[in-house]
């Protein structure tokens, strides 16, 4: 497991092995979270990503706008 030195300015990098697995690329954002005593980062995926990964969930219906 690859251990991470924190700098003076509170950044890490993330190992090299672990970004090839996760597809991290430079200027991709991520969500880190504080889980306990460690922190998780995990990576944010655009919404269109998401199409179509979930055919059985219906559509959406837009209510009517009220005036």
Same mark, same amino acid.
């Given at each position: 497991?690859?251990?991470?030195?924190?700098?003076?300015?509170?950044? /890490?990098?993330?190992?090299?092995?672990? !970004?090839?697995?996760?597809?991290? !690329?430079?200027?991709?954002? /991520?969500?880190?979270?504080?889980?306990?005593?460690?922190?998780?980062?995990?990576?944010?995926?655009?919404? !269109?990503?998401?199409?179509?990964?979930?055919?059985?969930?219906?559509?959406?219906?837009?209510? !009517?706008?009220?005036?």
């Amino acid at each position: 497991m690859p251990v991470v030195t924190v700098s003076p300015k509170y950044q /890490v990098v993330i190992p090299k092995d672990v !970004r090839e697995q996760l597809n991290i !690329r430079p200027g991709q954002k /991520v969500e880190a979270f504080a889980v306990g005593n460690r922190i998780e980062l995990v990576p944010v995926e655009p919404i !269109r990503v998401f199409r179509g990964r979930f055919p059985e969930v219906p559509p959406l219906e837009r209510e !009517r706008d009220h005036l």
